[in-house]
């Protein structure tokens, strides 16, 4: 059987690997045959067939990158989920082994749907865990500890160390805890008695690394590298392609930085932005995962947060100031806005400075609302949450909300710095 | 007092429950981008939810839901990079409104009998590719082949599969 030439094209599109002149070789041919339409919905049909049994069963693989943006699931599935849950959760009690032990001593936060369920004590070994908001802490018997930010997929494989597959970590090894592993899909992280962060994340097919020492000394092992001392303030990236690794001591010519706090916020159910569809005529789209659609501008995540893949803040594409909508999905009556800036993850180069909000009910016709300014977000204190600045006005109704960037920050001592744009962390609207 | 869900809202969540798998179907015959065709569905699952109260429910509901999906697409389209526009927006028009081929439970139940058919390397192979992050550049190092070797192999693979398939869905429908 030999594929024809739909076929073939077909199959480079879903592996990826599609030229331009063969995507619009595959238009045509799309747009000028049934039968070739009707070749590619089956073939269509089967690549869905295969995602959905891959996606339902546990990955065989052993850590490939994970998903670029795991976003927990919209829907009120939660009864299902609840018995799901709790079947899970006695099978996890009553065909316990021993083993590495680990438990949640602190945390607000909410498991991924379908995840196993967690709650404060001992978590289950050797099963993958993961949290889609909020934050939790571990303790180890030797008194380690490591702060997860959601989302976060992690796993209890060995006593004194955790699986991190994808998110956030802050870990702290007290006396008596060092050499702490912490293993990641491209590395090992070995704690010399210190606090670090990480964050394991992807640019879409390879695992991208950060990690920051924010005290003490940590040890860095990699399949392809000489293991490396990384010191108090010393920061790194490990980035994969295929089974080689590399580390660098910056991405894409900026240096990396990792806050030290858990960054999600508390659900506010009174913000009518939360979770709602934000568009943009653009975004900043850079290598190693450094993607910053508008979503992120209501998605709860603050401070710059997130992973590689995955970051928690919106960012105009290079050199323009930008705007974007949000969708409240029906009119509503708004009396406040609440603004978080960005500092592009204190690499200080990017971030709105003056600004207007327009609203719509048609997503057509815009009326002006506020002019203003944001300050600059202070860069010397990464352990601190960004401040919020709120803006009040009479009530009105409105179901679109455009936020244009007038003009924006740029990096603040080298006016030469290679990038600059509009931004921001997170938008609130309220009654 | 929590409200408690209206007959309409809960005939809607048992449809949409049903209808996962052939609304995901049509959202990536769209978007053959598997992250977001996956990302798309949740956001038309959460339309869906929040129009319960327009669907008659009189009237077929996978029209009727499929409408919203094809927003959803045209409004990721519009807002995401990462499917590149891989089609031009008239052929998008086009493909939505070519009919479904297959229920999506019935392509589900075929495909498994004809993975159960191919040999063991083989099987091994093209499940290896769909696990979620896994590329062909990482599979090539894993089964110790070129990328380009590989490839070919996994377009082998999905002839194979796709004959395979459509003798079971025409054996099934006779």
């Given at each position: 059987m030999t594929p024809d030439r739909t076929e073939t094209l077909i199959h480079m599109m879903l592996d990826h690997s599609l030229s331009e002149a063969e995507r619009i070789e595959l238009n045509d041919l799309l747009r000028g045959s049934q039968a070739a339409r009707e070749s590619y919905l089956r073939a269509i049909a089967i690549h869905g067939a295969l995602i959905r049994k891959c996606d339902a069963a546990p990955s065989?693989?052993?850590?490939?990158?994970?998903?670029v943006a795991a976003k927990p699931l919209r829907f009120p599935f939660k009864k299902l989920l609840a018995i799901a849950a709790g079947i899970v959760l006695m099978a996890s009690v009553f065909f316990a082994k021993p083993g590495p032990r680990a438990d949640i001593t602190d945390g607000d936060f909410t498991v991924s749907p379908g995840a196993t369920p967690l709650a404060l004590g001992k978590i289950p070994a050797r099963t993958p865990l993961s949290i889609a908001s909020g934050s939790l802490t571990l303790t180890y018997p030797s008194g380690a500890q490591v702060l997860l930010e959601a989302p976060c997929h992690f796993q209890l494989d060995e006593k004194e160390a955790l699986t991190l597959v994808h998110g956030r970590a802050s870990v702290y090894a007290p006396?008596?805890?060092?050499?702490f592993v912490l293993d990641t899909p491209s590395g090992k992280f070995i704690d010399l008695g210190t606090r670090f962060g990480v964050a394991v994340g992807s640019d879409g097919s390879d695992a991208v690394i950060l990690s920051e020492v924010f005290e003490g000394e940590v040890n860095i092992e990699t399949p392809s590298e000489p293991m490396r001392l990384l010191r108090n303030g010393d920061s790194t990236a490990i980035l994969s392609s295929g089974r080689s690794s590399r580390l660098v001591n910056s991405l894409d010519s900026s240096p990396i930085h990792l806050s030290r706090s858990a960054s999600n916020a508390p659900a506010d159910r009174k913000n009518l932005a939360l979770g709602k569809p934000v568009f943009s005529p653009g975004y900043c789209v850079r290598p190693h995962g450094s993607i910053f659609p508008p979503d992120n501008l209501t998605d709860g995540r603050l401070n710059d947060s997130g992973v590689p893949g995955d970051w928690s803040f919106w960012l105009a594409p290079d050199y323009e100031n930008g705007e974007f909508t949000v969708d409240l999905m029906q009119d509503e009556i708004i009396s406040r806005i609440s603004l978080q800036n960005t500092s592009n993850r204190f690499i200080n180069d990017r971030g709105t400075e003056n600004f207007a909000i327009e609203i719509s009910s048609d997503n057509k016709s815009f009326t002006p609302l506020i002019v203003g300014t944001l300050p600059r977000i202070e860069?010397?204190?990464?352990e601190q949450a960004f401040p919020f600045h709120e803006f009040t006005f009479p009530e009105t109704t409105a179901r679109y909300v455009k936020f244009i960037v007038l003009s924006h920050y740029r990096h603040p001592t080298n006016p030469s710095h290679q990038h600059h744009s509009g931004g921001l962390s997170e938008i609130q609207i309220f009654r | 007092m929590p409200e408690s869900p209206t007959k309409t809202e809960g005939q809607i969540v048992n449809l949409i429950v049903q209808h996962q798998h052939d609304l995901h179907h049509y959202i990536l015959s769209l978007l053959p981008d598997r992250a977001l065709a996956s990302d798309v569905l949740q956001e038309t699952n959460l339309v869906l939810w929040n129009k319960a109260h327009e669907f008659?429910?009189?009237?077929?509901?996978l029209p009727w839901a499929l409408t919203f999906a094809f927003y959803q697409v045209k409004a990721a389209r519009r807002d995401s990079?990462?499917?590149?526009?891989?089609?031009d927006d008239d052929l998008i028009a086009s493909l939505a409104a070519e009919?479904?081929?297959?229920?999506a439970d019935l392509m589900d139940k075929a495909l498994e009998n004809c993975l159960r058919k191919l040999p063991r390397t083989q099987r091994k192979l093209i499940l290896a590719r769909y696990q979620p992050g896994a590329s062909v550049q990482d599979l090539a190092a894993e089964f110790s082949q070129t990328p380009n070797a590989l490839s070919i192999g996994l377009l082998r693979i999905r002839s194979s599969l796709k004959a395979c398939i459509e003798q079971q869905l025409s054996s099934s429908q006779a």
């Open positions: 065989s693989l052993p850590f490939a990158a994970p998903p006396p008596g805890a060092q050499g860069p010397d204190k990464p | 008659d429910p009189s009237r077929p509901f990079s990462r499917d590149r526009h891989l089609f009919p479904m081929d297959c229920e």
